[in-house]
């Protein structure tokens, strides 16, 4: 997920899964090297489905393989 690089960014997009019902496992911060402007976290949640369709209802842009290889 491209989080903005601001003060509560994490928080906007954790809220969005918590009220969606999605369960987080586990999650771990990405240091892509050419944006400054996102921060990226990768989620491992039970329901692929249903977190991306919460996070896109919000706005929120879910990355794949192919655009964090190229950060």
Known sequence: VAIPDTPGGLNKVLQVLAESGANVEYMY???????TEHAYMIFH?????????ALAEKGIACVGQEELTAL
């Not at 911060?29 to 944006?35: I, Y």
């Open 45 to 53: 949640v039970q329901d692929v489905e249903k977190a991306t369709a």
């Open 29 to 35: 911060a990405f240091l892509g090297r050419k944006s």
